[in-house]
DNA sequence: GTCCCTATTGGCAGCCTGCCAGTAAGCCGA
DNA sequence: TCGGCTTACTGGCAGGCTGCCAATAGGGAC
C-alpha cells in the first residue's frame, strides 16, 4: 500500500456556512481592534483558513468590513423589530413604554454588539459606511414614529425630532452602559419621558417656525 | 563662472510654519476623504514636500491624523468658550439662549469643520480617536453645566443628562446643515428648549431612581 | 469506484508605510 | 563677504499587507 490514506489537511464547508465562521471570526477581531489594526491574514488565520478564501467570498477587506458592521448594526435592529411585531400581534398595538423597555433589553443582552455599532462608524468620512449606519437610524426612527402614532405627512419635523432623540438615546445608552454613570432605571425614566415631552412641548413651535 | 548661481530647490521654512502647512494639506485631504484612501505619498505631494518629511514631522500617518481630528474639533468649541467668555465679562453671566445662540452661529460658520469632527470619530474602536472626541464632548457639557447653573456634585447625574443632550443637539444639527430638513431657527428652538424642559421635567425624577 | 464541481490553497505583483543616512538651505559670527 | 554649522529636507531601501489567479484536492453525485 503505497496510500497511507491521508487525512484531508482541510475540510471542505457549504459556501454559506464557510462564509458565517468567517465572518464571525472577522466580527470577533473587528469590534476589538480599528480596522486598521486587522490584518486579513490575522482573520484567515483566527478562522482557520488562507487568505485567499477571504477574497474568494468577499471580494476585498474594505467590503469584509461593511459586511461586519451591517451585521453588527442589523442585528439589534432586527431584534427589537422582531420582538415589536410579535408583541403587537399579541397585545394590540405597542406602548411607548413597552418599547422602550423593549429597546432596553435587548440593548443589555447585547451589550457588545451594541455598543460597537454605534461607534463603529464613519472611518474618517466613508461614504459606505456612512449609509449603513444612517439607514439603520432611519428604520428605527420610522419605528418610532409608528409606535408613537405621529403624522409624519403633516409634520415632517417629526422625523428630525425623532432622528436627534435617537442621537439622545445613543448617548444615554453609552453614559448607562459605558461610563457607568446612570442605572438601567434611569435611562428608562429618560428615554421614556423625553420624546414625548419634546413631541408635546416642542414640536408644535417648530412646526410654526417653518421658513424661518 | 562655473557657479551659475543656481536657484534653491526647495524652500526650508520655519519648523512651525512647515508643520501648519503640512497639517492644513492633510486635513484637506482627510476631511474629503477617508483615513485609508489617503496615502502618505499623495499629502505629501499636496503640501509640495516628500513623504520622508511628514514621518519627521509627526512619526507616523496616524499620529498626523489624530493631530488632524484634534485641530477639527478643538477648533469650535474653542471658538464657543472664547466667545462665551467674552459675551461674560461684558454683561455678566451669559444666558442659555444666548449660549445656544451663540454656538450656531459658531457651528454656521464652520460649518464644514464642524461636519467633518462629529463625523470623523471612532474609526472601528480607536482609542487615542475616542478620547479626543469624548474630551471635547466632556468640556462641551462642563460649559452647558455652567451655564445652566446645575449642581453636579450634588446631581452627578446632571452631567449624564446633558452628555445625552448633546447627541441630541450634534443629530439635530445634522438634520439642519446636512439632511436640511430644519431651519436654523427650528433647531435653536429646539435646543433652546430641550434640555431646561428635561432638566426641569425629568432630572427630579432621575435622581429619586438613584441605585434602581 | 470514478468523475466532476468548486471550495480552498499558495504564491506572485504592486503599493504603502516607516526608517535612516546623506544633502543642502540659510542664519551667524568673524 | 565668506566659511561654518545647525537642522530642514530629500531619496531610496526593507518589511508588510492587499488583491489576484492558476493550480490543487475535498467530497458528493452517479
Known amino acids: 500500500m503505497t496510500a497511507t490514506k491521508t487525512a484531508p489537511r482541510w475540510s471542505r464547508l457549504e459556501h454559506d456556512e464557510r462564509r458565517e465562521q468567517i465572518l464571525a471570526t472577522a466580527r470577533a477581531l473587528f469590534t476589538q481592534r480599528p480596522y486598521g489594526a486587522v490584518s486579513t491574514i490575522e482573520i484567515a488565520e483566527a478562522a482557520g483558513v488562507t487568505r485567499g478564501l477571504l477574497h474568494h467570498y468577499f471580494g476585498t477587506k474594505r467590503s469584509l468590513y461593511l459586511e461586519v458592521v ?7 435592529v432586527l431584534s427589537v423589530l ?9 397585545e394590540g398595538a405597542p406602548t411607548w413604554e413597552a418599547g422602550v423597555a423593549l429597546w432596553l433589553d435587548v440593548v443589555e443582552a447585547n451589550e457588545d454588539a451594541w455598543l460597537a455599532a454605534i ?4 472611518t474618517g468620512s466613508d461614504r459606505a459606511m456612512h449609509d449603513i449606519l444612517d439607514e439603520a437610524r432611519e428604520r428605527t426612527a420610522t419605528q418610532v414614529i409608528a409606535v408613537l402614532g405621529l403624522d409624519e405627512k403633516r409634520v415632517p419635523e417629526a422625523r428630525a425630532l425623532v432622528r436627534g432623540f435617537g442621537g439622545f438615546a445613543e448617548e444615554i445608552t453609552r453614559e448607562w452602559l ?6 438601567k432605571e434611569q435611562v428608562r425614566l429618560l428615554l421614556v419621558g423625553a420624546l414625548p415631552g419634546m413631541v408635546a412641548g416642542l414640536l408644535p413651535e417648530v412646526v410654526s417656525a417653518r421658513g424661518l
Chains 1, 2 share one sequence.
Open 70 to 76: 451591517k451585521d453588527l448594526v442589523d442585528s439589534p
Open 119 to 122: 461607534s463603529a462608524g464613519e
Open 82 to 90: 422582531n420582538a415589536l411585531t410579535a408583541a403587537a400581534s399579541e
Open 178 to 183: 459605558q461610563r457607568r454613570r446612570l442605572t
